[in-house]
């Protein structure tokens, strides 16, 4: 696949399947006519767009995007084949919010034609299999870990081994085939939560902060949670933890699943209801942009809109929540060495919430720690939430072109502020014989708290 210059094409030769019988948006909230109006077509946005990238047609840019969602609104063209595959191309990664001068908000847009798509068009039986798989489970912390103990014994046997490399698997099902390729090692720790629902603070006391579990996160990732909740208490939170929390609805929010991403928002408000903390704190950057954005998830729901908003506005990054409050913890040298590290931005944070410099400020207090910049640093790794699974070529690419960028920097560690991205990452390392540790920075705050080197 190879990037083309960006085009200026009429929109009518654009391949939008316009032959098609097949039927439009519906009335209940297509892509707002205003928002698509907001395009000047100016392509900027065309060069920082990974699905553009790789596949290198404007349909699979922002601006075929949007002029498609104009045609299908005006009724001049239909929700075809073709064009869903144009709008699943999207990663949602939001770099062309970041790019467009004019303000589009094509977040608004792409959330309201997912909705659309699901609503109105009628997915293969496989598609429709594995989407109800992947919704049906991985926002569901109880059933991930229903299915931990077959998934240990399967990685313990070698079948996982054995079905990587015969690559069986990759010729029946490419999505079950990259799914099985990014699970990650099944630990004890995966089987339950090792957190209280209170973490005192260390002296002197500055805040009261709610901390989000995540749902993959808090099953693979406890060692990032925990990280966390220490680094919180060094630097004088008191961390509550409310075991009723579920899932943040991120998953289901970023592909059109509305009522269960409203359903799952509603809870969450409801986890913390009581808890009168300053702030909630996310470690997950998928996860804080969504968690940021309940007032929108529940506009329509006159009992939890109010809630949501208030919900949202208490949300911080943990890396954003530090840099503004400060580190009062001493922090102390990894190694020996001068350490180079190199920070992955995750789109979720670099274009969803605007958070570019708090985790790279952080990092560079840490003693003897230089920061180094891989090329492309706003380009998305091809993770994209479930992206990986359900557009497994486009990702795969993505993925090896972050991997090497990352590597080409010569530094030693990695450090990425999300799962999703640090799965795909040591995927692509592992592909390319690569051994570069990858951690969360907030792995390295709390190593460099507790006076621990990295090995
Ligand atoms: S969200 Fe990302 S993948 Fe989708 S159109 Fe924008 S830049 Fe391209
Ligand atoms: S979305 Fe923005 S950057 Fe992209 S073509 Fe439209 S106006 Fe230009």
Redesign the pocket.
Known sequence: MQTSEPSTASPLKLETGLDSNTDGFDRHEPPEQSLID?????????TTCPSYRVIGKETD???GR?YLMDAINKGEADLTEAAVSHFDSCLGCLA??T??????Q?DRLIDSVRSQVNRNHPRSLPARALRGLIFSLFPYPDRIRLLLSPLALYQWLGVSKLVRSTGLLDRWSPQLAAMESILPTVTPQCFQDNLPETVPAQEPKRYRVGMILGCVQRVFFSNVNEATARVLSANGCEVVIPKSQGCCSALPSHQGETDQAQALARQMIDSFADTEVDYIIINAAGCGHTLKDYGHILKDDPDYRERGIAFSNKVRDVQEFLAEVGLSAKLSALSDQPLKLVYKDACHLRHGQGITQPPRQLLQQIPGVTLTEPMDAALCCGSAGVYNMLQPDVANELGQMKATNLVNTGASLIASSNPGCALQIQKHLAQQGQTVPLMHPIELLDRSIAGEQLE
């Open positions: 907001a395009c000047v077509h100016c392509g900027f946005c065309l840019s922002p601006r949007i062309c919010t790019a467009c001068p004019s303000g589009v094509y």
